[in-house]
């Protein structure tokens, strides 16, 4: 019987279990809420690991952090697997063949002509 190796995704993706951990210290949803004024909607996103769900840019950190002190979470584990989710493993670079070098030749081209 063949097992499946481990994709990328499964590799980087940690999950944390954050809801059993809130739980496990008695801190309820609602209560981080009206602590941190971040909506469950978005405190439910959190503890699903669904980072896509949050508004974005700084927000995010933000909350992260604030969940973090409010539900007892190590702030860093919380961080580090949003970065781990949010920035997958980059893309190998674009192999340089003959297109690239027709482009390279018009630009060339182009910045000749602009002088």
């Known amino acids: 019987m063949a097992t499946k190796a ?3 995704k499964r590799m980087n993706s940690v999950r944390l279990d954050l809801q059993r951990r809130r739980s ?20 439910k996103a959190i503890e699903a690991e669904d980072f896509k769900q949050l508004p974005g840019g700084i927000f995010n950190l933000n909350y992260l952090r604030q969940y973090a002190a409010a539900a007892g ?12 989710a949010t920035n997958p493993v980059a893309p190998e670079a674009p192999r340089k ?19």
């Open 97 to 115: 063949g003959p297109q690239s070098r027709g482009l390279l030749r018009w630009l060339g081209i182009a910045t000749t002509a602009i002088r």
């Open 24 to 43: 496990a210290r008695g801190v309820s949803l609602e209560s981080i809420a009206e602590h941190t004024k971040i909506s469950i909607r978005f405190l």
């Open 6 to 8: 481990p994709t990328a």
């Open 73 to 84: 979470v190590e702030e860093q584990k919380l961080l580090d697997c949003y970065r781990a």
